[in-house]
């Protein structure tokens, strides 16, 4: 037909049009996204079929095992140590059944990404039977002297008096001591098994930013633990010999008064020698600290800050010796007079402790110990607004001689004596030894660990071994190394009067980074005496007790730190280095019913690194939970009483 082109119909010589091709090749890739999506749901499937149900039981068995743990920690916490061996052999038993669903899908070790998790989960099991088997250790130790120490249980030491069980406790502890290289070696199993487990394995989503938080603070706290276990090692071992088996230790005694507050922890104003045989302790002398001076010929020129700040007292005196803020130095200085004394004894160490101690005890001993005649309590006394044996130490001791103190009877009259804290040390011990070991001991026992860990006792033994211990368990009063920032406030009453009692003491730390790196640090330390001022006039005969604070101040910082500015310091600020740290020291009063305020501005010697800064404040020892406050470019990041030496990360 004319105006028209001839169709040709056969189909095989038919050329198809280009978008037909382009439909016929996607339908092998539509076929293959099929196949690969069926294999996938497969998979999935046979995952829920294998992985689950395993998976499942096996956070339940590891949820009641974590639950089993708590149980046996609270056991622990109760001091019921018959109660706590029961429930660690059923944690052990729980944990074991954990092991096996873990083992039971072993088949995740080829499982890429999973494998990792699956290792991590056998890492931490296996230091949970390392820690298990340390536990079972400490327990089976122990266990044999728990009447001794107070704790709930049935121990060995039941018949006799108190004085001969502890007596028996002591010859027998050479035999387990030697358990601590056991305790140490399953210790270490534990952290290398928890070394094996990396915490940036677990992403910040879906709860694990949880998991990698508590497995890093498992990882300090371990870490903590060896080192601590480990150094302490040798104490443990000399513990016999240092408690008097088989040859008796002699021990000074030193009570530092806190209240008249000095880098140790307190004006020395009394000392006694202790002696102990097998355990037993013994009174053997007692006196005034002033009494020991007296006896004392040659002093040499007392050192600057006493010329400077005390400047009636020419010579160095035993009273004066403890200047520097580390324990061990200042009793070296005490030493060197010591042995030129009179009345000295020689002893095996120095224990030096405060009023802290002395409150605390009484008031677990019912809140009533009698010494020389005189009822002394731990409740607050109106007269002073503390505790009333600080107040009637306070009174029978400093009050003038020359005055009628008004008490009635000869025997109060007597204990006016100066030696009078040793009396009373000596009554506290009667009392405590004296009573049925359940009744007192183990809240006597746990409190002293307390009162070491703030500060308020510390040691100085001259066996080489036994203060190696002593200082691993931070008990000796050092200043420590640190890397990163540091801090410790260190003061001084110059006044000769308690005002410590009353003064309040507010830190505060503000940290700013320029954008260079460098940190700059301002310090700023807030006084207050709330109080009324004392009648301090000596011929009228009162107690003096409350007056004007003269305080010598130092602030121990990073060695390298650079002083910008001070505020509040009486006199020019000056800066040393002492004892591996950068020292700023001023000098400031705090009157009763008023206030001051202290201000320190520095640079650190480094800069920031990966925007976190480790910190350590070491308290000064004496010193009763001051505030202290620390705040990022004015923004308050952490706030705490400061009880005990305190380590934080700060984000800068």
């Known amino acids: 037909m004319e105006g028209f082109n001839k169709i040709d119909l056969d189909v095989k010589n038919t050329k198809i049009s280009k978008p037909m091709q382009a439909v016929k090749k996607k339908r092998p890739f539509l076929k293959i996204i099929l196949i690969v999506l069926a294999v996938l749901t497969g998979l999935v499937v046979l995952f829920a ?34 109660l706590a061996s029961k429930e660690l052999d059923i944690t052990k038993t729980k944990l074991t059944q954990t092991q096996k669903d873990i083992d039971s899908m072993s088949y995740l070790k080829f499982v890429p990404l999973a494998n990792i998790y699956y290792s991590d989960a056998q890492h931490l099991v296996k230091a949970g039977f390392h820690g298990l088997s340390a536990a079972k250790v400490l327990l089976d130790s122990i266990e044999p002297y728990v009447d001794v120490l107070g704790l709930k249980g049935k121990g060995t030491f039941v018949s ?65 633990g060896v080192t601590l276990i480990s150094d302490a090692r040798p104490l443990v071992k000399i513990l016999p010999s240092l408690l008097g088996d088989p040859k008796e230790k002699r021990y000074l005694v030193l009570f530092q008064n806190d209240k008249e507050l000095r880098p140790t922890g307190g004006f020395i104003t009394a000392y006694a020698v202790f002696r102990i045989n097998k355990g037993v302790i013994h009174v053997d002398k007692s006196g005034d600290i002033y009494a020991l001076d007296n006896g004392i010929p040659g002093k040499t020129t007392a050192p600057a800050p006493i010329l400077k700040y005390l400047p009636k007292v020419p010579l160095l005196n035993l009273r004066d010796s403890n200047l520097s ?87 109060a009259v007597q204990a006016q004596r100066k030696d009078l804290i040793g009396v009373l040390l000596y009554a506290i011990m009667d009392k405590a030894l004296k009573s049925s ?28 071994d036994a203060q190696g211990g002593i200082e691993s368990l ?22 000769g009067a308690k005002s ?15 954008g260079d790196g460098v940190i700059t640090k301002k310090l700023t330390i807030n006084y207050k005496n709330p109080h009324a001022p004392s009648d301090c006039n000596l ?69 920031v690194k990966d925007g976190a800064l480790p910190l350590m404040i070491q308290k000064q020892p004496g010193t009763h939970g001051n505030e202290y406050t620390i705040k990022v470019k004015g923004q308050q990041i952490e706030k705490f009483p400061l009880l005990t030496d305190k380590e934080i990360n700060i984000k800068l």
């Open 49 to 82: 079929i294998i992985i689950i149900p395993p998976a499942q039981k096996t956070y339940k068995d590891a949820k009641d095992t974590f639950n089993q743990v708590r149980v046996t920690v609270d056991a622990l916490k109760k001091q019921d140590i018959e």
């Open 437 to 464: 070991p359940k009744l007192y001991w183990g809240p006597l026992f746990q409190d002293m660990l307390t009162q070491v860990g703030e500060k308020h006792v510390l040691f100085y033994l001259y066996d080489k």
């Open 474 to 495: 931070n008990a000796a009063g050092r200043i420590r190394p640190y890397e990163g920032d540091y801090l410790h406030i260190n003061q001084a009453n110059f006044g």
């Open 500 to 514: 410590n009692l009353f003064v309040e003491e507010a830190v505060n730390q503000d940290y700013d980074v320029a």
């Open 539 to 607: 011929e009228r005969g009162n107690l003096c007790i409350n007056a004007v604070l003269r305080d010598w101040i130092r602030i121990y910082a990073p060695k390298g730190s650079k002083l910008v500015d001070s505020k509040g310091s009486e006199v020019k600020m000056t800066s040393y280095e002492e004892l591996g740290k950068t020292v700023f020291e001023g000098f400031l009063t705090v009157r009763p019913l008023g206030a001051a305020t202290f201000t320190l501005s520095y640079t650190l010697p480094f800069k």
């Open 325 to 411: 803020p580390d324990f061990i130095e200042s009793m070296k200085v005490f030493n060197s007079l010591y042995d030129k004394a009179a009345g000295k004894v020689a002893v095996d160490g120095i224990i030096a402790l405060d009023t802290s101690v002395l409150v605390s005890t009484i008031r677990i001993l019912d809140d009533e110990v009698y010494a020389g005649g005189v009822r002394f309590t731990s409740k607050v006394d109106s007269r002073c607004d503390c505790p009333q044996v600080i107040y009637e130490l306070e009174r029978l001791v400093s009050t003038p001689k020359s005055v009628d103190l008004k008490v009635t009877t000869l025997a």
């Open 160 to 224: 006799g008096t108190a004085s001969q069980r502890i007596e028996t406790a002591v010859t027998t502890m050479g035999k387990i001591t030697p358990h601590i290289d056991d305790l140490v070696k399953y210790l270490e199993q534990a952290k290398k098994e928890i070394d094996y487990v990396d915490p940036n394995h677990y992403p910040s989503f879906f709860g694990g930013d949880k998991i990698k938080k508590g497995l890093t603070t498992i990882r300090q706290l371990t870490d903590q």
